[in-house]
């Protein structure tokens, strides 16, 4: 079955810390992936994507992710968390006719 | 900047009423979607549409009905409303790159939806 899996469902980070989200998907097919980020009471945002080409993407707010094929991974990565950063980090895929798929959500708390 | 916008923030009804929950977008976007968001589950596509009058289930389209009569706008029905469809809706739109059908998606802020 077609899927997107985060792993860490609670993430609790010290700003300054390095951060990273994991991200696996199970589909065929072209790849196409999502990092979106949704802060406290606002809306679900763009983070980041990879459709194809360089596999270490670049996205808002300090921000990357590398495509990894071999390991059917996308991981979301800072090097540096600030406490703006806590929100809930979500992983999509496109899986074709114009479906997404959506991880589970990470919830992330950075300490002051 | 896209601008997504949902009738309401937040709704109250009771079971078995009819529900409305309204979308707009206003950047033109041919693609328009209904999710639910549930903690530890996601989103679940629940509708999308791909052009006006269109419109194609999605994951758990079960007790929900959609119309797309304008392109901007894309309405989720709750026929009847039961207590387990209480969750946060959200509306995306999206603007297909050339050649294919798949694109970012722009959220709006949701409904959080409480059927009693």
């Known amino acids: 079955a077609q899927s997107v899996s985060q792993h860490n469902h609670h993430v609790i980070l010290s700003e300054a810390a390095s951060l990273e989200l994991g991200c696996n998907y199970s589909?065929?097919?072209?790849?196409?992936l999502f990092w979106y980020v949704q802060y406290p009471g606002q809306h679900l945002q763009l983070l980041l994507k990879?459709?194809?080409?360089?596999?270490l993407v670049k996205g808002i707010k300090g921000f990357e992710a590398e495509f990894i094929k071999s390991k059917f991974s996308f991981n979301l990565r800072k090097p540096s968390v600030q406490w703006s950063d806590t929100a809930e980090y979500f992983c999509?895929?496109?899986?074709?006719?114009?479906?997404?798929?959506f991880g589970t959500g990470t919830r992330l708390k950075v300490l002051a | 900047d896209v601008k997504v916008t949902q009738s309401s923030r937040y709704l109250v009804k009771r079971t078995g009423e009819k529900v409305f929950l309204e979308c707009v977008q206003d950047?033109?976007?041919?693609?328009m979607f209904w999710y639910r968001q549930d903690p530890g589950l996601g989103l679940r596509l629940i509708y999308f549409?791909?052009?006006?009058?269109?419109?194609e289930k999605g994951d758990i389209p079960e007790g929900y009905s959609v119309s797309r009569e304008k392109k901007e706008r894309f309405s989720l029905i709750l026929e009847s409303a039961s207590t387990n469809q209480t969750s946060m809706y959200l509306c995306?739109?999206?603007?297909?790159?050339?050649?294919?059908?798949?694109?970012?998606?722009?959220f709006g802020p949701g409904t959080r939806l409480t059927v009693l």
């Open positions: 995306a739109s999206s603007l297909p790159r050339a050649g294919e059908t798949y694109n970012e998606q722009f």
């Open positions: 589909y065929g097919g072209t790849v196409n």
């Open positions: 990879y459709f194809s080409g360089d596999p």
């Open positions: 999509a895929g496109y899986t074709g006719t114009y479906k997404y798929i």
């Open positions: 950047m033109d976007h041919e693609n």
């Open positions: 549409s791909y052009d006006v009058k269109m419109k």
